[in-house]
């Protein structure tokens, strides 16, 4: 039980000591992504708007429904600004048959 308890500590402290690697990276290059080969991934990006200032996260991941198509999930965590409706969620279709993806179109209801 005991080294339940220091092993818990010891995460806990190491989540704390990954935030200001965190905001130091975000403060210098404005973005963090993390992406896979198939175009899954998560980004974290500043917002630095007139009107609107905070962190945004935006998270894609592959839907089994189709070949190539991703859904994405916006979120928004703004310390100066009004975020009240600006989370968003939606979804595209990729042809991933050239070198680059290109849209395709919308992807078919869940």
Partial sequence: MRRLVYAGV???????????????????????RLYS?????????LISEVNAQGV???????LPSGPGCIKTSLRYLLWD???S???T???????LSGQTPQ???KCPPF
């Fill in 56 to 62: 945004g996260f935006e998270w894609n991941r592959r």
């Fill in 10 to 32: 010891i995460v806990i402290w190491l989540i704390v000591m990954c935030f200001p690697i965190t905001a130091f990276l975000l403060a210098t290059r404005g973005e963090i």
């Fill in 81 to 83: 600004g009004n975020e």
């Fill in 89 to 95: 969620n939606y979804c595209w279709c990729y042809d």
């Fill in 37 to 45: 080969a198939n175009l899954s991934g998560i980004r974290i990006f």
């Fill in 103 to 105: 849209v395709s179109g």
């Fill in 85 to 87: 409706g600006i989370n």
